[in-house]
């Protein structure tokens, strides 16, 4: 077992590739300047692996392997946010640490990949973009799983490789405030497009935050117009670029809703933007697979 480690102690490209003063486990120093580093650099095709040795310059290596990870839950309301803590590296050039989430299919796989949703020099994150439920009695309730790794980052720029992977499980919601499951109402319009009643006090224009949000694979988007007026609903990656046009035409005063369906993109941070001839608003929401 190493010392405030994961496991084992095992080397591998990939798996834990720094042996340094400050890695774990730790290359025992008695003299300041009686010391090394060895990085695993590439594992070859007869099996043997490569390494730098740095000597005059022990930071010359990637950052160490994060030790420790550990999810547990961050109460808010009636539901969780996921929360994360972590051993310290150790290297005296560390700047920052990168958090990882994943989306678990089902129990036991591996995420398909992870995306990068946050940097820190702290030890512990809050993942506030999930909000996760203890339990979930209702046809609006699914369970969802999602694994977590944190990759170190030195003073140039140089990664670690990333943590073990933890994994929480919690319930979300695909209700929405008026009561309305989201996933009947696609499956019960083919059009996806969903006008309610008219309202004929609304006196502004007014997009809403989609909900859910974060969603999987379903979202409803909502908004008033109060007068009639040619309108666009487009949805955007996080490149700027337009990915789905979701309306393109005309509507009567009132408030309306429709679905977006993001069964065919891959998970990320999207933007929908709702503009008209005297309205344009923008808004962020993000798609966790």
Known sequence: MGINGDSNTCFDVGYNEVYS??????????????????????RNSNGSLSLNIFFTNILGASPSKPQGLKVG????????????????????????????????????VEPSSYDSIANTTDTSYVDEELFLYESGSSPCYFISRYSYRISAVDNTNRKS?????????????????????????????????IELDEFHNLNEYKL????????????????????????????????????????????????????????????GIYYYKLQTNNFTCVKKMILIK
């Open 21 to 42: 003063p400050w890695s774990n486990p730790p290359l025992p120093i008695y003299n300041s300047n009686d010391s090394l580093t060895i990085e695993i650099t590439v």
């Open 73 to 108: 839950k961050n109460y808010v309301g009636g539901g969780f946010n996921p929360k994360l803590s972590w051993n310290r590296n150790l290297e005296p050039d560390l700047m920052n640490y990168i958090v990882y989430r994943g989306y678990v299919s089902s129990p036991g």
């Open 161 to 193: 490789v990333k943590s073990e992977k933890a994994t929480i499980a919690g319930y979300y919601s695909v209700c929405d405030p008026y009561g309305d499951n989201i996933l009947q109402q696609y499956n019960s319009n083919s059009e996806n497009i």
């Open 208 to 267: 809403f935050d989609n909900y859910p949000n974060p969603f999987n694979p379903i979202t409803k988007i909502l908004f008033d117009l109060p007068e009639a007026t040619s309108i666009s609903l487009k949805i955007y990656n996080i490149l700027g670029r337009e990915v789905e046009t979701l309306i393109d035409d005309n509507r009567q005063k009132g408030r309306y809703s429709i679905l977006f369906n993001a069964t065919n993109f891959p998970s």
